[in-house]
């Protein structure tokens, strides 16, 4: 195990560093993080919350372990997004930090839309090297996701968990995503309950992908 905090992004290359010291190859990289917040708040680095978290630690992990995922035969990058990313509408990225215009669902959509155009640049940049990258929807998972800054999510919680699909059973996309043998030479895409599911207009649109990645590059440098 190796721990590491996912809303600062040193800890995030500290982790990524330790996995490579112990990991002679890596064949997974399962990017699974996320938080949902009730207000603006910040990271350590000064990002917004859901874009530093949600996004930006995914992109410094797989980057730091790029070159040992490539060096990996038939390695695979599956990362958690949501189809939540339909909450926003396409990204603005002159707010990408939500300080003009925040909104618990529309934030953390965009930070789940940033998953998928992530996902669609990291596979194109991944062309032809055996190393395959997909993300997915998990459904709606029962657990604590937004239930730590009032009382009242965590009552809604309680309520709407017994409906709610169990960790195991939110998980099941990504394990096929994984480890099923139809899916090794798939890269780029989006899946839904084990099947490739077409996500929003605006999370299909490479420039914006490009975008996003430059961009990305650009805020952690220095940092990290």
Not at 17 to 42: F, M, Q, T, Y
Not at 99 to 120: D, H, M, Q
């Amino acid at each position: 195990i190796v721990r590491g905090d996912f809303a600062r992004l040193a800890e995030v290359r500290d982790a990524a560093d330790a996995i490579l010291a112990c990991c002679p190859e890596i064949h997974l990289l399962w990017n699974n993080a996320g938080i949902v917040k009730l207000r603006r708040e910040l990271t350590a680095d000064g990002f917004e919350a859901m874009f530093g978290v949600n996004h930006l630690a995914y992109f410094v992990m797989t980057c730091r372990l790029e070159a040992r995922l490539r060096a990996t035969p038939g390695a695979r990058i599956v990362s958690t997004a949501s189809e939540a990313h339909r909450f926003g509408g396409a990204l603005d990225f002159d707010d990408l930090q939500s300080e003009r215009s925040f909104g618990t669902f529309k934030t953390y959509g965009r930070s789940k839309l940033c998953n998928i155009l992530w996902t669609r640049e990291l596979a194109r940049r991944l062309d032809g090297s055996g190393v395959t990258a997909n993300c997915y929807h998990p459904g709606g998972v029962a657990t604590r996701l937004g239930q730590t800054d009032a009382s009242w999510t965590r009552l809604v919680g309680k309520l709407i968990g017994p409906f709610m699909r169990t960790p195991e059973q939110g998980a099941s996309t990504g394990v096929f995503l994984a480890t099923a043998p139809e899916v090794a030479n798939v890269s780029g895409r989006y899946f839904a309950k084990s099947r490739e599911k077409k996500p929003a207009s605006y999370a299909r649109d490479d420039a914006a992908a490009r975008r996003l990645w430059d961009v990305s590059e650009k805020l952690f440098a220095g940092l990290v």
